[in-house]
């Protein structure tokens, strides 16, 4: 019999929920977004994300049930993110899975999100530990993390390097404010930058032999190039704008695009890695998985675009590994806001 795990995910804006079964199997994948409700802010506004999430939390989870086609009875363990994310969001997924898990009388699964972001590409339809094999060179990027890390083995990961400031997720949220564009900042930039001659160019951190990654600096560049232009904060508009946004936004994508991609494969030469799994939101970026697909030699795992973004799916396929660990925890499990992987 298939061991049937329930994901919530809540660390930030996506109330998502899913059933995976075997950590494998993606029998269903739920996201009830608050996009809209927060583009008109530019950015997420944590008490408003909490109390969405207190609203569309028993329809998602009832709506993932319906989609995989089981009941709450045929449910074998309940998983959740308990960190890191924001405070408030967490905590409403993490009480909606206790208060499941106690009902069904079933184990609870924390989960670490970043790791989350790893076990997505265990839904595709070869697993990375069979194909390429451990070890495994991880880069998640997201809104709030940019990290390198060695996968040694399941739970096992060696952190190598990690943004030391700006992560490039918000990193191209404030460059799209900058340009005038809308939110999240990564799809406008993509979008915007398509047709570009690349006649703009921006800086990049080296942070000269580490792992580490740093975006602020590009940030600044794209600010005073773009003030010495006239597009910030105005006055320039009409077809000449149009132009100076679209060049601008194709160089400061290629340069985080350029940076990730040279320090990912020079961290998997270093590390011996088999093959590279990337997760996260950003990854999502066309022009980044372009780019290391044609400079790597090795093999690069990458999900599809709605299992990169926060998803309950990636939640429940990590809770499987776990608990094939016996990794479960109790109904005194906390969130953990600010909490790390390796």
């Known amino acids: 019999m298939k061991t049937r795990v329930l994901g919530i995910e809540t660390s930030c804006d996506e109330t998502a929920v899913a059933v995976v079964e075997e950590g494998r199997l993606l029998r269903s994948n739920v ?7 927060h583009a008109r802010y530019g950015g997420i506004v944590p008490e408003v994300a909490s109390r969405q999430h207190v609203l569309a939390m028993t329809p998602t989870v009832y709506r993932a049930l319906d ?19 924001l405070a408030g969001a967490l905590l409403v997924g993490l009480n909606a899975a206790k208060a499941l898990a106690f009902t069904l009388n079933v184990p609870l699964v924390g989960v670490n999100h970043l790791e989350g972001h790893i076990y997505a590409s265990w839904l595709l339809d070869e697993a990375p530990d069979s194909k390429p094999g451990f070890p495994l060179l991880c880069l998640i990027a997201s809104g709030g993390h940019t990290d390198l890390l060695l996968m040694a083995d399941h739970g096992r990961y060696h952190l190598l390097g990690r943004t030391r400031d700006d992560a490039a997720g918000e990193a191209f949220d404030k460059a799209a404010r900058v340009l005038g564009l809308g939110f999240p900042g990564g799809p406008y930039i993509q979008r915007v930058a398509v047709g570009a001659t690349g006649a703009e160019w921006l800086p990049r951190a ?18 005073h190039r773009a003030q010495v232009l006239g597009l910030y904060p105005g006055p320039l508009e009409g077809p000449e704008r149009e132009t100076l946004v679209r060049e601008l936004a194709w ?14 494969l020079r961290a998997a030469r270093e590390h011996g890695a088999k093959g590279i799994v990337m997760g996260g939101g950003v990854i999502a970026n066309a022009r980044l998985r372009e780019l290391i697909l044609e400079r ?9 675009p709605v299992l990169c973004t ?9 809770a499987a590994f776990q608990l094939k660990r016996g990794q ?13 992987i390796g």
């Open 251 to 264: 160089a400061f994508q290629e340069s985080v695009a350029d940076v990730m991609v040279t320090k990912t």
């Open 67 to 85: 989609q995989a086609g089981v009941t709450l009875g045929q449910v074998d363990a309940v998983a959740v993110t308990h960190g890191p994310g």
């Open 310 to 318: 926060d998803n309950g799916a990636m939640i429940a396929a990590c």
């Open 206 to 223: 080296w942070m000269k032999e580490t792992h580490d990654f740093s975006f602020s600096g590009l940030k600044t560049a794209l600010l």
């Open 31 to 37: 996201i009830a977004s608050q996009l809209e409700m």
């Open 328 to 340: 479960v925890h109790t109904l005194s499990l906390d969130v953990e806001p600010g909490a790390r």
């Open 296 to 304: 790597s030699d090795l093999p690069v795992v990458a999900p599809p």
